[in-house]
């Protein structure tokens, strides 16, 4: 009897152990047949090698990698040149709709860099700011007042004397014609006088209307120059605080290269608009003295409109020169306007070779290529204003990219999102993909 109770836990032991066992078993089955059901992953090891008899058959590149690289940069490229150029259409359409306020701000800038230094030196000599800027607006205003009111005194003065004097040219440059090797008959001298005289009695009413939009352009120029004023006192009172809300308008990583643009830009558009009120007065004082010397009527007139045509680079020059000539031949004959063609060749000549390199020197010197179409451009967009603001416009806009490119290599920007797209570094010219089984290079 007490051997049975042993017996029977040894029994139930190794029952127990049986079944660990079999459960044990039972879990290994399972895990084998999930393992055949569960597919081995592909790898290029685990594909057999095609047949020897089997043509090759190169695996597709990615589309991205298949185009060619000049074409991915010139799509990358492409689009941002079309945003640009939208925007650029936008801009030019905002600006032709204020296109007054524009070139009366512009002007604006112009007296303002021409004014400014006399502002700065009156404050060193401990006027206020306030009062530093008020004398300089009114000298400015005041002589530019009594210039415009110069020339208009001097041509009504000289109007009637001026008709008869041209009336004596015409009919002495009638007598030139007549006797000159160019065969020129009466006869086709009247018709031309005829013609004249026809197209502007048939164009009364075209004449009448420019008259009419002649006002209306008066209007105009009247409140741009109300406009400018303001906008110059403004400026010259207040110009560093404008231009530190302007920077505010600048997003924060490019702040730093605007601000440091930004003095650099004024710096050129003040010696550009000072070296050519210098380079313009000389010319004036040159040229006015030649044709008053040659006994040309208006020559004061002619001198201050030569000064004024002389802010408009290269057309400037030929259009004031060649008033000056046609003036002398209609009242003083051939042989003055020829003199007077040679004055204004050997000064216009001094001023391109001697002046403008001295004066003006090489921080505001513009190609001349570039002079003529922002010339061209100017004058098509906004007429005689777009003409006189296109170079300076062109020489700040040389001068800040040239800063802004310096700054970009001399303080690149690090944290600035990298390149993505279909230009990105990954996706760079590769070798091409190689077949599986093939012998890579």
């Not at 590149?61 to 150029?85: H, K, Q, T, Y």
Request: charged fraction near 10%.
């Amino acid at each position: 009897m007490s051997r049975t109770p042993g017996w029977l836990s040894r029994l139930g032991a190794g029952i127990t152990r049986a079944g660990a066992r079999w459960e044990e078993r039972r879990a290994q089955a399972v895990a084998a047949s999930d393992d055949e059901l569960t597919p081995d992953p592909v790898t290029p090891e685990s594909i057999p090698p095609p047949p020897a008899y089997a043509p090759a058959v190169a695996a597709k590149p990615d589309p991205v990698a298949a185009i060619p690289w000049g074409m991915r940069v010139a799509a990358e490229a492409g689009w941002r040149l079309l945003v640009l150029a939208g925007t650029l259409w936008v801009l030019m359409k905002v600006i032709g709709a204020i296109q007054l306020v524009v070139l009366a701000f512009v002007a604006a800038l112009l007296i303002t860099a021409l004014l400014q230094p006399t502002v700065a030196r009156l404050r060193g000599y401990g006027l206020p700011r306030g009062l530093a800027t008020a004398v300089t607006a009114i000298l400015g205003f005041v002589i530019m007042g009594l210039v415009g009111w110069f020339v208009v005194w001097q041509v009504t003065d000289n109007l009637d004397s001026l008709a008869d004097r041209v009336k004596d040219g015409i009919e002495e440059l009638k007598r030139w014609l007549l006797d000159s090797p160019f065969h020129v008959t009466e006869q086709q001298i009247n018709d031309v006088a005829q013609n004249l005289s026809d197209t502007i009695g048939t164009n009364t009413q075209e004449i009448t209307s420019a008259g009419l939009q002649g006002v209306t352009v008066m209007v105009e120029i009247l409140t741009g120059m109300l406009l400018a004023m303001f906008s110059t006192l403004f400026l010259l009172y207040d110009g560093k605080r404008i231009w530190g809300w302007t920077l505010r308008l600048v997003p924060a990583q490019a702040r730093p290269g605007v601000a440091g643009a930004g003095p650099r830009a004024w710096r050129t558009l003040t010696a550009y608009v000072r070296g050519t009120v210098v380079v313009a007065l000389i010319d004036a004082i040159f040229i006015g003295l030649g044709i008053y010397f040659l006994d040309v009527p208006l020559a004061v007139p002619l001198a201050v409109f030569i000064f004024l045509f002389s802010f408009i680079p290269l057309v400037g020059a030929v259009v004031s020169g060649a008033l000056a000539v046609v003036v002398a031949l209609v009242t003083q004959g051939v042989f003055t306007a020829l003199m007077v063609l040679l004055v204004v060749l050997a000064v216009q000549q001094i001023e391109g070779h001697v002046l403008q390199p001295f004066i003006l020197g090489r921080a505001v010197r513009v190609h001349p290529l570039a002079v003529v179409l922002a010339v061209a451009a100017g004058g098509l967009t906004a007429g005689i204003g777009g003409a006189v603001v296109a170079v300076p416009l062109v020489a700040v806009t040389n001068t800040v990219v040239a800063y802004l490119r310096a700054y970009g290599q001399a303080y690149p920007v690090h944290h600035g999102p990298g390149p993505h797209g279909a230009t990105a570094v990954e996706v760079a010219p590769t070798q091409p993909p190689v077949p599986p089984g093939a012998d890579k290079p």
